[in-house]
Structures are given as structure tokens and as C-alpha cells.
């Protein structure tokens, strides 16, 4: 079992960075795909970015492609998302969420049911 806490959130300027991070407990971190979600007021929670549990595959929701880039430190228990380039509809609740089906390898890494744990979220907010 794994327990996520997320950080970074906060008030950015169109255009602006961000820099998430997700912390994790447990010894078997190493062992986890990562993702990040969110999930905007009134709308569905949707996929962002994932890595595979050793950080050689990371794949992309279109939109954030060339913007947003996922790392992990297994060593630290931690994975990242940098966001660039913030526009204002990307204002949403950004949850990290860790699974160990594989999913990275698989048609199925976007759909959040996949995903066994997660965390409160941290709350990210785009001026215009």
C-alpha cells in the first residue's frame, strides 16, 4: 500500500510554471506507475501525464504536450510535474495517482479507474 501527498499548487499568471510534486510512503515506491489527474469544477477527472515505475516511458494528454514534463525520484519516493506555459483552463484540482498493473504499457493508463491509490490533490489556479 502506498500513500500520496501532493504539493506545489497555487495562484500562477497565464503563461506561468509550476512545479508539482507528489511524495509517497511505503519501500516499494520503485515498483509504481505514476500519473497525474485533475479534475476542474463540473468536469470529469482527466489524464495528464504518467511514467512507468523505473521513469523510462512517460506518455502525454495532448494538450499538455511540449508544456508538461513527469519525472519520479525513486531514490526521494517523489514524482514531478512540471507545467509551463499555464493557460487559464488548465485551472483545476491536480490529483497524483500511482498504480502497479502496468498500465504505462497498455491502452488503458489514461482511465483513472486503472489507478489503485491517490492523493487529496493540490489546487492549481490559472489567472487570465
Known amino acids: 500500500q502506498v500513500q500520496l501527498v501532493e504539493s506545489g499548487g497555487g495562484l500562477v499568471q497565464t503563461g506561468g510554471s509550476l512545479r508539482l510534486s507528489c511524495a509517497a510512503s511505503?519501500?516499494?515506491?520503485?515498483?509504481?506507475?505514476m500519473a497525474w489527474f485533475r479534475q476542474a469544477p463540473g468536469k470529469e477527472r482527466e489524464f495528464v501525464a504518467t511514467i512507468s515505475s523505473g521513469g523510462e516511458i512517460t506518455l502525454y494528454e495532448d494538450s499538455v504536450k511540449g508544456r508538461f514534463t513527469i519525472s519520479r525520484d525513486n531514490a526521494k519516493n517523489t514524482v514531478y510535474l512540471q507545467m509551463n506555459s499555464l493557460e487559464h483552463e488548465e485551472t483545476a484540482h491536480y490529483y497524483c495517482?500511482?498504480?502497479?498493473?502496468?498500465?504505462?504499457?497498455?491502452?488503458?493508463?489514461?482511465?483513472?479507474?486503472?489507478?489503485?491509490?491517490w492523493g487529496g490533490g493540490t489546487e492549481v489556479t490559472v489567472s487570465s
Open positions: 511505503g519501500r516499494t515506491f520503485s515498483t509504481y506507475g
Open positions: 495517482e500511482a498504480e502497479e498493473k502496468g498500465l504505462v504499457y497498455s491502452d488503458l493508463y489514461s482511465d483513472a479507474r486503472g489507478y489503485d491509490y
